[in-house]
């Protein structure tokens, strides 16, 4: 079974930094591709960026230049490095991953973790 646990969420101000982490456990990283999703309240939840297992990175528009995303295999772990937040976007952040049989796809989610954008 495969388990996601993010962290390092938190209050960050407009302008800050802030890195989550999320720590995989039950399957090597190596063959997964990894993503962060985020919602906000009273909205759907969304994309904000996914690695594949070569590395190749895949951003949403609102978060571009800003946010960056990267994996350890070592370590069984990805990461959002998340730099000049803005108050859009304080949201709770997920951390996914999936694997698929045939032609079924299982998403994994982690509990999420809060970030606060505010001065």
């Known amino acids: 079974q495969v388990q996601l646990v993010e962290s390092g969420g938190g209050l960050v101000q407009p302008g800050g930094s802030l890195r989550l982490s999320c720590e995989v456990s039950g399957r090597t990283t190596r063959n997964l591709e990894m993503g962060w999703y985020r919602q906000a309240p009273g909205k759907q939840r969304e994309l904000v960026a996914t690695?594949?297992?070569?590395?190749?990175?895949n951003y949403a528009d609102s978060v571009k230049g800003r946010f960056t995303i990267s994996r350890d295999d070592a370590k069984n772990a990805a990461f959002l490095q998340m730099d000049s937040p803005r108050l859009e976007d304080t949201a709770i952040y997920y951390c996914?991953?999936?694997?698929?049989?045939?032609?079924?796809?299982?998403?994994?989610w982690g509990q999420g973790t809060q970030v606060t954008v505010s001065s």
């Open positions: 996914n991953t999936y694997t698929t049989w045939l032609r079924n796809r299982h998403d994994y």
């Open positions: 690695i594949t297992s070569r590395g190749t990175t």
